[in-house]
Nanobody, 126 residues
Framework: QVQLVESGGGLVQAGGSLRLSCAASGRTRVISSYAMGWFRQAPGKEREFVAAITRSGGSAAVGDSVKGRFTISRDNTKSTVYLQMNSLKPEDTAVYYC?????????????????WGQGTQVTVSP
């Protein structure tokens, strides 16, 4: 099992940018063993897939609502995954969660991810 801690959330105006980080730690496995993903959940809404990346970082996917604006990346030497968010919109306001999956492939379903962070709040003002 891997422990995940998100950071980088905050308040930003529409059109601005934020970069979220997800630091991983654990006794038995290193982050390079996991495919990683970002999800978000706004009040009163279901959890939504944002982005995911394979173990090596060679392949990634983003959700339709953030395509062209958000980019996921990882640095396995730092055990960290990033979510670069540009051109933010008020509808991007949500708690953003980092998650890890014991898979070699990009995963989009939350049920595929076994480890989750506590989340970081992102608020985009009009």
């Amino acid at each position: 099992q891997v422990q995940l801690v998100e950071s980088g959330g905050g308040l930003v105006q529409a059109g601005g940018s934020l970069r979220l980080s997800c630091a991983a730690s654990g006794r038995t496995r290193v982050i390079s063993s996991y495919a990683m993903g970002w999800f978000r959940q706004a009040p009163g809404k279901e959890r939504e897939f944002v982005a995911a990346i394979t173990r090596s970082g060679g392949s990634a996917a983003v959700g339709d609502s953030v395509k062209g604006r958000f980019t996921i990346s990882r640095d396995n030497t730092k055990s960290t995954v990033y979510l670069q968010m540009n051109s933010l919109k008020p509808e991007d306001t949500a708690v953003y969660y980092c998650a890890a999956a014991t898979s070699a492939y990009v995963r989009r379903a939350g049920s595929d991810f076994g480890s989750w962070g506590q989340g970081t709040q992102v608020t985009v003002s009009p």
